[in-house]
């Protein structure tokens, strides 16, 4: 990323040892998106850069004399937005024609947050950073908006850190304590969002101030001898713990954080002539801003193949392409895009580059509704509608992101229906709950009654307490339990027969769907392309499959269960994958149904639990 790439001279010690520190980062990052496990914890660049970043505005500020606000987001704008632009611009326009359409609508989604500088707010919303499956080539984008949140916020931390450093040291602390909380509540919050992250901007920011003010001295004087040898160190201890320390430990990342900013406090000292590593730390440095925002796209592009997401570069030849494209693309972004803007004074083209960018995000948004099919064959038109066919927050989104649920302590259920009446119903089970949830809270509310929906989708077992809760706290009538084929355990179905039966609520169970061994839209659409088969099943095997469950389901109390094997909506002989009426798939990957499945299911298990629970329905 680099945010800050002065000009480099060979005399200026300082640059030398923070270009290094670029140039480590980068690679970080850069050999984490290929895939490579040496740097399974090259995600820890980014931290780097923030501190790397505080360090910088604090100098450029600290020197500004005249119209500090002003020439200080000047100089920020000319920095990073036009070759951010540019290169979210020609990346979603080259993304659009070759993905599918359901990945163009990802894709023209992700370019408007991009532009509005919210990158790093809709990935939060979204899946986390290291999930697999969806197309995001502008992922690393996020780092991004969180820099530029910070720059504008710059000039009040710095303003706190000139009248009252007990206050400064007061926020970083508290900044600490958030991330480090976090990351045991919420890590996609502690990753994503500023609060969270303010802490690694101003451990740059204190050194900077440090030794603007001769305070360093000693710190200094103690790091002058080891400090080249502390960059490599760095950077090896960070290949050594990723064998053995787990992903979200944040002290890994503090101790990252604090490295750098020993190194930003004894740069410069002792120099002497440059190596070979030097000067390619150097080169690499100088590119590091052009060099983030090229390389994840282009590895995408290198490594695209239809509903995968964002996949690693396959053997050599691919690994090969990848680094030789991003890099020429980070040459000539840097050399005619970031260098001739940077030295551009007028305020007018910025802005007007601008909101022509923001202007373009917004017409590829509204009008993708009507263009994302473009081009696109009817039959692969409804593969990539089932993608898009599944009912995605369990809750809500508010409810889907932790941090907010256990601040507001919110109950561990919601209403699904409009109303309050009738019965109450109560779903819970994993996943495949949430995806039955849509088509089977319409049939509730046409009967008359009302379905909540138990937000946690772990298994009964580790929240049988919050499920008992919730059936007492909201009246419970009646329990649908709805999972993936060995989700649950038996002992724990069994308990929680025991406490319905004490309090007269009778417990649906809706048996496991077909499940497949890989993307139902991604093997049709391999079938439709390249001609190869789909293996289809048949209910014999997944009868010898789930033989063991079902027959224990089968075993449960009647007059408490109520067990319902759904193998026969889905397998007369042959299992299908395809709803006849509108050929869209009945899975939106290898085991959730689509709203379309999930339809077909319910249209079929509805009329047997209303049948056998008529009286007790309507009373």
Excluded at 196 to 219: C, D, H, P, T
Aim: hydrophobic share 45%.
């Amino acid at each position: 990323m680099g945010t800050e790439s002065n000009s480099i001279n060979k005399n200026s010690p300082v640059i030398l040892e923070i270009q290094l520190l670029r140039a480590v980062a980068i690679l970080l990052v850069i050999g984490f998106h290929l895939g490579w496990r040496i740097f399974e914890f090259g995600f820890l660049g980014v931290d780097i850069f923030f501190v790397i970043s505080g360090y910088f505005m604090y100098n450029i500020y600290f020197r500004l004399t005249e119209n500090k606000l002003k020439t200080f987001y000047l100089k920020r704008i000319k920095r990073l937005l036009p070759a951010f632009l540019f290169t979210t611009l020609i990346g979603t326009l080259f993304f659009l024609t070759i993905a599918l359409p359901f990945e163009r609508t990802l894709l023209v989604t992700h370019n408007l947050y991009s532009n509005l500088v919210l990158s790093n707010f809709y990935f939060w919303s979204q899946n986390q950073y290291f999930t697999d499956g969806e197309l995001r080539p502008f992922l690393n984008f996020w780092s991004l908006a969180l820099e530029i949140q910070f720059y504008l916020i710059f000039p009040l931390v710095y303003k706190i850190i000139m009248r009252s450093r007990i206050a400064f040291l007061l926020i970083f602390g508290f900044s600490l304590l958030i991330y480090s909380t976090l990351n045991y509540i919420s890590p996609e919050t502690a990753f994503f969002m500023m609060p969270a992250r303010l802490w690694q901007f101003q451990m740059g920011m204190l050194v900077a101030y440090l030794l603007s003010k001769n305070e360093a001295a000693k710190i200094i004087f103690i790091f002058s001898k080891i400090i080249k040898f502390s960059i490599w160190l760095f950077f090896f201890l960070i290949l050594l713990f990723s064998q053995f320390i787990e992903q979200q430990n944040f002290m890994l990342n503090v101790l990252v954080s604090l490295l750098t900013a020993i190194i930003l406090g004894s740069s410069g000292l002792n120099q002497k002539s440059l190596n070979v590593v030097d000067k390619v730390g150097l080169l690499i440095g100088k590119y590091s801003y052009s060099l983030y925002l090229t390389h994840l796209p282009v590895i995408t592009i290198i490594s695209y193949e239809p509903f995968k997401g964002n996949l690693f570069p396959k053997g050599f030849y691919q690994t090969f392409v990848a680094i030789f494209l991003f890099t020429g693309c980070a040459l000539v972004l840097h050399h005619l895009i970031e260098q001739p803007f940077r030295s551009l004074d007028s305020i007018t083209i910025l802005g007007s580059t601008y909101s022509i960018s923001l202007l373009v995000s917004f017409i590829l948004f509204v009008s993708m509704p009507s263009l994302k099919n473009f081009g696109t064959p009817e039959v692969i038109r409804k593969i990539s509608a089932g993608v898009e066919d599944g009912y995605k927050y369990r809750c809500g989104l508010l409810s889907r992101i932790e941090i907010l649920h256990e601040l507001t302590g919110r109950p561990n259920s919601c209403l699904l229906t409009k109303n309050h009446r009738g019965k109450n119903f109560l779903l819970i089970g994993n996943s495949h709950a949430n995806a039955i949830q849509n088509e089977l809270r319409k049939a509730v509310e046409n009967s008359g009654n009302s379905l909540f929906l138990v937000r946690d989708p772990s298994p009964i077992s580790l929240q049988f307490k919050s499920i008992t809760e919730e059936v007492k706290r909201n009246e419970i009538s009646f329990i649908i339990i709805h999972s993936r084929f060995g989700s649950e355990k038996l002992e724990s179905i069994r308990s929680l027969g025991e406490f319905a039966k004490m309090i007269g609520v009778k417990i649906i169970l809706i048996g496991p769907v077909p499940t497949y061994s890989q993307s139902v839209p991604y093997a049709l659409y391999k079938n439709i392309s390249t001609g190869q088969k789909f293996n289809f099943k048949t209910r014999s095997d997944f009868e010898a499959t789930y033989f063991e469950e079902i027959s224990s389901y089968k075993s449960l109390d009647s007059r408490t269960f109520l067990y319902i094997d759904v193998l026969e909506v889905f397998c007369e002989f042959t299992c299908t994958v395809v709803d006849k009426n509108s050929g869209i798939p009945l899975y939106f990957d290898d085991h959730h149904l689509t709203n379309v499945g999930a339809k077909k299911l319910v249209n079929s298990v509805w009329p047997k639990i209303y049948s056998s629970y008529y009286p007790l329905i309507n009373s």
